[in-house]
């Protein structure tokens, strides 16, 4: 029984940890999301000043 519960802890702390990387992947693409988007309104509109 204690094999069991010592296996599930380093089971849980193993995938916290790759909830964790999850979640800081997850905020940098919408970061990149968000620098592409504003580069390509800005090549737009530089674009359409010429």
Known sequence: MEKDAARLRKENLRLSGELDTARQVIA?????????????TNSSATSTEK
């Open 28 to 40: 940098i693409q919408g970061t990149l999301s968000a620098l592409l988007d504003q580069l390509s």
